[in-house]
C-alpha cells in the first residue's frame, strides 16, 4: 500500500499544474507564427514528427491514416509578402490527468488582406500531445466550414469534465464504448455527456446534450460508424477515437473526444463530422 501511495505521489510531482494552460498558449503562437512564414512552415513547426492526417477510403466508413508532415512538405512555401492569413484562436479544450495529451477548439477565419474581406469561416479542432522535451506539438489537426463566423469565441475556459452516466460500466476499454456506439444510436445518446460540444460541417456549433439530441433526432439517423484508430493517454482518463461514417447517400469522417466520468465510465466531451464532398 504504502508503494503505490508512493508511486501515485510521484506520478503526480511529474505531471505540469498549468498544462492546459501552456498547451493553449502554444496554439496561440502556432497561430501567429502563420502571419510570419505562412501556413506551410507553420505547420510544419508546430506539428509533432508523428502527426497524423485522416484519409478517407473509398467508401464512407472506411479511413486509413498518412503522416501529416509529408502532405505539408509537398506544399509550396507562402510568397510573402501573405496575401491571405489564417486566423485562429482556442476557446476551450482539456488535457488529460498525467498532463501529456490534450484537445483544444475554436474559430478559424483566412482572411484576404487586401481587401481584409473574410474568404473562409470554420471550426477547428486539434490533439495536442507534449514531447519528451516538455514542448506541446500538434498530433491531429481537423477542421470544418461554419456558414457563418463563430463569434464569441473567447475568453478561454475549461471544457467541463462530464457527469456521471450510466450507460456502459466501470473501467470499460475505449474499444467497448466505441463497439457500443456503432450498435445502438441510442446508446450514443446515452454516451454524450451534459457539457457536449458537437460540431458538423456547415453548421454552427451544437453544445449541451439536449441541443445535440434534438437536432440528431431529425437529421443523424441511420448512421453508419467504423473506428480506423483510437489515441489514450497514459493516464488511461483521455482518449480520441477517429473513424468513418456512412448515412444514407452521405459519408464523412468522424473524431470523438472520450473522458472518463467520477464512475470511471467513458463519455463523449467532444465530437466532430466532416462530409466528403
Do not use: C
Amino acid at each position: 500500500m504504502m508503494f503505490a501511495l508512493w508511486a501515485f505521489v510521484a506520478w503526480l510531482a511529474q505531471t505540469d499544474p498549468q498544462a492546459l494552460q501552456r498547451m493553449a498558449a502554444t496554439e496561440r503562437a502556432f497561430a501567429a507564427a502563420t502571419a510570419e512564414i505562412g501556413v506551410r512552415d507553420a505547420f510544419l513547426t508546430f506539428f509533432a514528427d508523428d502527426a497524423i492526417e485522416i484519409e478517407p477510403g473509398p467508401a464512407g466508413a472506411q479511413v486509413t491514416f498518412g503522416r501529416a508532415k509529408d502532405g505539408l512538405r509537398n506544399i509550396a512555401a507562402a510568397k510573402l509578402p501573405l496575401a491571405t492569413r489564417l486566423m485562429w484562436e482556442p476557446f476551450t479544450g482539456q488535457v488529460s490527468a498525467d498532463g501529456t495529451m490534450g484537445w483544444l477548439t475554436g474559430a478559424s477565419v483566412n482572411l484576404n488582406l487586401l481587401t481584409r474581406d473574410v474568404v473562409r469561416r470554420g471550426a477547428y479542432f486539434s490533439v495536442w500531445k507534449r514531447q519528451p522535451d516538455g514542448t506541446w506539438r500538434v498530433w491531429l489537426d481537423e477542421g470544418i466550414a461554419l456558414p457563418a463566423v463563430w463569434n464569441d469565441a473567447s475568453p478561454f475556459r475549461v471544457a467541463p469534465d462530464p457527469d456521471p452516466g450510466t450507460v456502459g460500466r466501470s473501467g470499460e476499454s475505449i474499444a467497448d464504448a466505441e463497439q457500443s456506439v456503432a450498435a445502438s444510436p441510442e446508446t450514443w445518446r446515452g454516451r454524450l455527456g451534459a457539457h457536449v460540444r458537437f460540431h458538423r460541417d456547415e453548421r454552427m456549433p451544437f453544445v449541451d446534450r439536449e441541443a445535440v439530441v434534438a437536432w440528431a433526432a431529425n437529421e443523424w439517423s441511420g448512421v453508419r460508424y467504423t473506428v480506423g484508430r483510437t489515441e489514450l493517454a497514459a493516464s488511461g482518463d483521455l482518449g480520441i477515437a477517429i473513424g468513418g461514417y456512412e448515412r444514407q447517400a452521405e459519408r464523412g469522417t468522424w473524431i470523438r473526444v472520450w473522458k472518463r466520468d467520477l464512475t470511471n465510465r467513458w463519455r463523449i466531451v467532444f465530437e466532430t463530422s466532416k462530409m466528403i464532398r
